[in-house]
């Protein structure tokens, strides 16, 4: 039997837009913009002023503090602005914005590090820190703090995130089929830098070519185990993919490492082996843009900082009139209200709904169906939480374990009264945060 957790949703997955398109190369953009704060943590601080030139792979943003990396140019060309500027998460962040000189020439001191063999485990950490590695599945934690665990945290397991499960996106599908060795390399980084014996690669089973790519790039390597997930909503969930391939729980309030476990996406992991083959830090990554509004859907190897709108140009364009932009997929993503922000190292996708296809729908009174309750990963009562959110009670949504939601959107989803279960959960921690921060 395949290997899942409870819960969880079958919203309908759209990948065959772009699931059997090879990852093409982007066009070099003309002007990127570098957000100092695209990891959680504190964000970093520029270190070039306007009128610089810069390189390829230049460190720009110093990180500042343990819970951060430092930024780096994708693209050689002059820093034209260094300013606060709109940015995927919402508002503004201190960005630097450099224009290309069209001759990607690379930064002089990028040369490829000592191999693995001789690298010490503190040496590919600091690599990994150098390079500005950040989860590429979405949320953003400095690598490099993830690998950095307590030894009283007893941490055996390593899992790589190969799920993918957010509809649409395909980024995950095709790196693990076309870079299979990469990825394989990366954890075997990851495995030595922590010391770590065991480790586990969770691929859902709609993507059984990729389970074959990685398990012919595992042949003669111990240690690494691929497991076959049964595709379900939102399998790639930390605690989610834990459950499933280990039966371990993460307790409420705790982490992945409370449960001897350590997860990284697959791409971090082939960010990882490229910084060990060609010393490059982390200046692309692969990113689909899809949906029913976009010409030629895609999966697009992108420069860090390409504004949105250029990826949806290098794929003919809208199609009809574009309903919603969403940064990520319908799940978990973010909505854009602007589409010239920068693609960031989180940008698993870009998905545009043309028009017709954005529903919008009136919430009406809870119908204490329990749909919710049955759909949520977490075990939660989405309807009572939210409930108490309306009412503004904080502490008493907290002692409903509010701060456990994960925000995979399930119980919205299932709703059939179109409450926005995720939204009042999402208000009601930010408060929680904010209360917590005054206390
Ligand atoms: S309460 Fe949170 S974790 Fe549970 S289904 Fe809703 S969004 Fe997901
Ligand atoms: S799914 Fe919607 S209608 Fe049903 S119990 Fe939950 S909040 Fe109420």
């Given at each position: 039997m395949l290997k899942t957790f409870k819960g969880g949703i079958h919203p309908p997955y759209n990948k065959e837009l772009t699931m059997s398109k090879a990852v093409e190369k982007a066009a070099l953009p003309k002007k990127v913009i570098i957000p100092m704060g695209m990891h959680i943590g504190a964000p970093c601080e520029p270190?070039?002023?306007?009128?610089?030139?810069?390189?390829?792979?230049?460190?720009?943003?110093?990180?500042?503090g343990f819970v951060s990396v430092p930024a780096h140019a994708s693209i050689s060309g002059k820093v034209t602005a260094v300013e606060p500027r709109p940015w995927p998460g919402g508002s503004l962040m201190m960005s630097v914005v450099i224009e290309s000189d069209g001759r990607d020439e690379v930064y002089e001191d990028i040369t490829p590090p000592k191999p693995l063999s001789e690298l010490s485990p503190e040496e590919i950490k600091n690599l990994i820190r150098e390079a500005g590695i950040t989860g590429m599945g979405g949320a953003g934690f400095p690598t490099q703090v993830k690998l950095s665990f307590p030894p009283e945290k007893n941490v055996d397991t390593i899992i790589v995130n190969g799920a993918e499960c957010e509809p649409y996106i395909t980024a995950d599908h095709r790196l693990?089929?076309?870079q299979p060795e990469d990825v394989v390399l990366g954890l075997e980084a990851i495995m030595k830098a922590t010391g770590i014996k065991q480790a586990f690669i969770g691929i859902e089973d709609n993507k059984l070519d990729a389970v074959e790519a990685v398990k012919s790039a595992l042949k003669g390597k111990a240690g690494i185990e691929v497991v076959v997930l049964a595709t379900k909503y939102p399998q790639g969930g930390e605690k989610q993919l834990i459950k499933a391939v280990t039966g371990r729980e993460v307790p409420s309030g705790g982490l992945p490492m409370d449960a001897g476990v350590i997860v990284n996406n697959a791409g971090t992991c082939a960010a990882v082996a490229n910084?060990?083959?060609?010393?490059?830090?982390?200046?692309?990554?692969?990113?689909?843009?899809?949906?029913?509004?976009?010409?030629?859907?895609?999966n697009l190897l992108i420069r860090i900082g390409t504004p949105l709108i250029d990826l949806i140009e290098q794929c003919g364009g809208f199609k009809g009139?574009?309903?919603?932009?969403?940064?990520?997929?319908?799940?978990?993503?973010?909505?854009?209200?602007?589409?010239?922000?920068?693609?960031?190292?989180?940008?698993?996708?870009?998905?545009?709904?043309e028009r017709d296809d954005v529903k919008l729908f009136e919430p009406m009174p809870c119908i204490k169906c329990a749909r919710c309750?049955?759909?949520?990963?977490?075990?939660?009562?989405?309807?009572?939480?939210?409930?108490?959110?309306?009412?503004?009670?904080?502490?008493e949504a907290e002692n409903y374990h509010a701060m456990d939601c994960i925000e995979c959107g399930c119980c919205s989803y299932v709703c059939p009264a179109h409450i926005p279960l995720t939204q009042h959960i999402r208000i009601a921690k930010s408060n929680i945060i904010a209360l917590r921060k005054k206390k």
């Open positions: 270190i070039v002023k306007v009128g610089d030139t810069v390189k390829k792979g230049q460190k720009i943003g110093e990180a500042k693990l089929l076309e910084v060990l083959k060609t010393g490059m830090p982390l200046i692309e990554r692969i990113t689909t843009v899809t949906g029913s509004g976009v010409m030629e859907p895609k009139r574009p309903g919603k932009v969403l940064m990520g997929g319908p799940m978990m993503g973010l909505a854009q209200s602007v589409i010239d922000v920068p693609a960031i190292k989180g940008t698993t996708g870009l998905l545009v709904l309750v049955d759909a949520c990963p977490i075990k939660l009562l989405p309807t009572t939480i939210a409930k108490l959110a309306e009412r503004k009670m904080w502490d």
